[in-house]
C-alpha cells in the first residue's frame, strides 16, 4: 500500500488543480463580450431639429419608438416602406455623421455588449473618385441598425478603430 499512496495523492491533487482551472475559465467567459445579431434599417432620414453635433459624428440610442420618431422621419420619397423596429424586442442605434456633398460608404463591423457597455465598431470609407461634376447637394450620412434590447448603461462609437464618443444612458423622468 504504501507504494500507491503518492500516486494516489498526485491524482487528487490534479483533478482540483483542473476544476480551479476551468471554474476560473468559465467564470472569465461568463464576462468576456456578447456578440449581437443587427440588422440594417432603411427608408429614415434625419428630422431637421435632430440634435446633432457640428463636425463629428452623433450617436443615438433608442429604447422607445415615440423618441425614435421624433429624431428619424420615413423618407416619402421611397417607393419601398421604411423597415420598423419591433421596440418590444429591439432597441436602435443610430449614426448621424456631418452632412458633405461626397457621402462615405458605411459598414458595421462589430456590435457587442461587454459590462453593461454597448460598443459600436463601424467602417468609414471616403468615395476617393474624381468627378468634375461635383453635386450641388449635400447629404446627411447615417446609420440605423436595430439589435436585441440590451441592459445598456454606457454606448462606446468606435469609427475604423478609433473611440469617437461615449455615452452614458440618460434617466428617464
Do not use: W
Amino acid at each position: 500500500m504504501p507504494l500507491f499512496a503518492p500516486i494516489n495523492r498526485r491524482v487528487r491533487v490534479s483533478f482540483i488543480s483542473i476544476l480551479f482551472i476551468a471554474s476560473l475559465f468559465f467564470s472569465v467567459f461568463s464576462l468576456a463580450q456578447l456578440n449581437l445579431t443587427h440588422r440594417l434599417l432603411s427608408g429614415y432620414f434625419l428630422s431637421a431639429d435632430a440634435p446633432i453635433n457640428k463636425g463629428k459624428p452623433t450617436l443615438f440610442v433608442f429604447e422607445q419608438a415615440d423618441t425614435f420618431e421624433q429624431v428619424f422621419k420615413p423618407a416619402t420619397t421611397m417607393r419601398k416602406r421604411p423597415d420598423v423596429p419591433n421596440f418590444t424586442k429591439e432597441m436602435v442605434v443610430g449614426i448621424a455623421l456631418p452632412a458633405t456633398n461626397k457621402p462615405p460608404k458605411l459598414s458595421v463591423s462589430k456590435l457587442f455588449v461587454q459590462d453593461s457597455t454597448l460598443t459600436v465598431r463601424y467602417i468609414r470609407v471616403t468615395d476617393t473618385t474624381f468627378t468634375n461634376n461635383p453635386q450641388s447637394f449635400t447629404t446627411q450620412p447615417m446609420l440605423l441598425v436595430a439589435i436585441p434590447k440590451q441592459t445598456v448603461l454606457k454606448t462606446k462609437l468606435v469609427e475604423n478603430g478609433r473611440v469617437l464618443q461615449t455615452m452614458k444612458k440618460q434617466e428617464d423622468r
